[in-house]
């Protein structure tokens, strides 16, 4: 337990593909009828067609494995646990609200503090986020837990690695998955057991926090890969029980662990389980024990509480620059520390969740500190039609002015929307510079828009800017990074949350 704490009264739900409710290491935590089952319409989502592994019961471990005399120990090892089978189902937008805390029954979802969301899109282009999607999580910031907010922590990719011009640089962007560009989310990237970012874990400058997430865990001698990411540690966590399904299971060839050796007889844990769909439930656990320990806080004071105490890491991380026609071009940044002091990096975003020191923070914070929260509404420019010069570190740039505005005067978030019209929209990168002079890049140069064409009222956010001032001139620059294809800067916006 972290200063005692076990997330006694949190209810967490996990909104996956399913979850084993009888699981041995899990039932204790299991809200009773409180799970739903969209297939067959019943309160046990224990999930019967996935044979070779159920997603959600291998996410809710991490949250919240009994602490008992079998397997192992969640995060939040008393937190309750609730099941929703969204990703099992056929994924309507109904189901959706349904499991993200617009239902009263049939699920129960309104009851629930924390969501979890180990899951995400991965589009070749710009995607515009559905409006009723959108107002499903302004709702449940707005009215969940009594006023205070629901939580809602979302994976940010697994696509650093993927097929682009990459050169080092996140080939998917947590910027590509529209519901990551809302301040509604904590968006969470992967560590590994080194204490850097996972190899898989997309970047960008939406992530709010890093947890562990592991790598492959892969057994050499079963599995091959010696000497690879492939054979370095994952999550230990619940499985479907048995040696017929599941990641174990006796046939499984990527650990003896896994077969079912000793350790794992009965083939009920896994020692494969990774990606930020694993450090976004070991995130969800640490926010069910900060709401243990001050159950009064506001969603917005959770957020700020792990801001604030998160660990940086990797401290030495250069920036990734890039050699384009003209000149060098950061392409992603080293970790940068903001007007206010806040240290961000698109990796990381803030830093590792300190479990620690967040619960410690939690225990004597003041609710609601933060006042209310608004935001400006977008703030648009004229029409521009700014060439962007091929292959070239200069760019185009252009300045917004976000007025002195008394109820935004202190930064939680900002997105920009911006229209590119561009033959193949890889090609560019996006960074906006705030009046206290903060860089932050929202979309890295040669990234997997490959064959995409055009972005269209493309919102993007940043977190790199929490906690200054708004107010004043902002500066967009948009560099097209690779020879060819070229494009014209149409307009932009910016909006800026906070209070
Ligand atoms: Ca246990
Ligand atoms: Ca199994
Ligand atoms: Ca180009």
């Known amino acids: 337990s972290t200063l005692g704490f076990t997330g006694n009264g949190v209810i967490a739900a996990v909104v996956d593909t399913g979850l084993e409710i009888a699981h041995e290491d899990l039932a204790a935590n299991v809200v009773a009828g409180g799970s739903w089952n969209f297939i067959n319409t019943t309160t046990d989502p224990t999930n019967t067609a996935a044979t070779t592994g159920d997603h959600g019961t291998s996410v809710g471990g991490l949250i919240a494995m009994a602490r008992n005399t079998v397997g192992g ?20 937008q109904q189901f959706f609200i349904d499991s993200l805390g617009g239902s009263t029954a ?89 204490g850097i970012k996972a190899s898989y874990s997309s970047a960008g400058s939406a992530i709010w926090v890093s947890a562990p997430g592991g790598e492959f865990g892969h057994n050499a001698a079963l599995a091959g890969g010696a000497g690879t990411v492939g054979v370095e540690p994952a999550m230990v966590t619940t499985d479907q029980s048995g040696c017929t399904v599941g990641y174990s299971r006796t046939t499984a060839n990527t650990s003896f662990f896994n077969n079912g050796s000793a350790q794992n007889a009965n083939c009920r844990y896994t020692n494969t389980m990774n990606g930020t769909s694993s450090a976004t439930p070991m995130t969800v656990g640490v926010i069910a024990l900060i709401l243990e320990a001050n159950p009064a806080l506001t969603w917005r004071d959770v957020k700020h509480i792990l801001a604030l105490t998160a660990r940086q890491i990797d401290a030495g991380r250069l920036a990734v620059s890039v050699a384009l026609s003209d000149a060098v071009y950061v392409a992603e940044p080293a970790w940068t520390m903001n007007a206010a002091g806040r240290r961000f990096h698109n990796w990381y975003g803030f830093g590792m969740v300190n479990a620690f020191a967040a619960v410690n923070m939690a225990r004597t914070y ?32 252009n300045p917004l002015t976000v007025p002195n505005t008394p109820s935004v005067q202190v930064i939680e978030a900002v ?25 932050s890049v929202l979309k890295n140069i040669a990234d997997q828009f490959a064959g995409d064409q055009d972005l269209t ?43």
């Open 73 to 92: 120990i969640g995060v939040a090892p008393t937190a309750r646990l609730k099941g929703f089978n969204f990703l099992s189902s056929n994924q309507s």
């Open 366 to 397: 003041t609710p609601g500190q933060l006042g209310t929260f608004t935001d400006t509404g977008f703030i648009s420019s004229p029409a521009l039609n700014l060439a962007i010069p091929d292959n070239s570190s200069v760019g185009v740039t």
């Open 415 to 439: 997105q920009i929307r911006v229209n590119i019209t561009h033959t193949f929209t890889g090609d560019l990168g996006i960074a906006l510079i705030s009046p206290m002079g903060t860089r």
């Open 106 to 194: 049939s699920p129960n979802s309104s009851d629930v503090f924390v969501f979890n969301q180990s899951f995400g899109i991965s589009p070749p282009g710009d995607v515009l986020i559905d409006p009723l999607d959108e107002a499903q999580y302004l709702s449940g910031v707005t009215n969940l837990r009594g006023g205070k907010g629901a939580l809602y922590v979302k994976a940010a990719g697994n696509g650093f690695n993927g097929i682009c011009p990459s050169t080092g640089l996140s080939c998917e962007n947590a910027n590509m998955d529209p519901s990551n560009t809302l301040p509604y989310q904590i968006v969470a990237g992967a560590v590994n057991a080194d």
């Open 457 to 499: 009222n493309m919102v993007l956010l940043s977190n790199a800017f929490y906690g200054e001032n708004p107010t004043g001139t902002w500066t967009i620059k948009v560099v097209d990074g690779l020879a060819m294809d070229t494009g014209t800067l149409t307009n932009w916006a910016i909006r800026v949350y906070g209070h």
